[in-house]
């Protein structure tokens, strides 16, 4: 499984932006997708998940202005990002994992960079 993230950049606080990550190889496996983020030397953080039946969760921090997405065949999914604050800063990483009998392994898009200034 590959995973390619697009979107980031600058934003100003109270506005919006949109994620996307490609997925290829055997997206059919994938088990759960999601978005994680992360600041320099801080750890990397669940911010948003979903699973194969769609079902959604989120970090507490976010719940109402994020929304995370997937098309049927798994091969995108997306983080809607509304109401930004300069706390929400961070690189932004999509994640497919995929379970097994025994072990979970995960699949890390390359992270993109959101910055929230005015």
């Known amino acids: 499984v590959q995973l390619q993230a697009f979107g980031g950049g600058l934003v100003q606080p109270g506005g919006s932006m949109r994620l996307s990550c490609a997925v290829s190889g055997s997206p059919a496996s994938i088990d759960y997708m999601g978005w994680y983020r992360q600041n320099p030397g801080e750890q990397r953080d669940l911010v948003a998940q979903i699973t194969n039946a769609g079902a959604t969760t989120y970090e507490d921090s976010v719940k109402g202005r994020f929304a995370i997405s997937r098309d049927n065949a798994k091969t995108t999914i997306y983080l809607q990002m509304n109401s930004l604050k300069p706390e929400d800063t961070a690189v932004y990483y999509c994640?497919?994992?995929?379970?097994?009998?025994?072990?979970?392994?995960?699949?890390w898009g390359q992270g993109t960079l959101v910055t929230v200034s005015s």
């Open positions: 994640n497919a994992r995929v379970l097994d009998l025994f072990s979970a392994y995960d699949y």
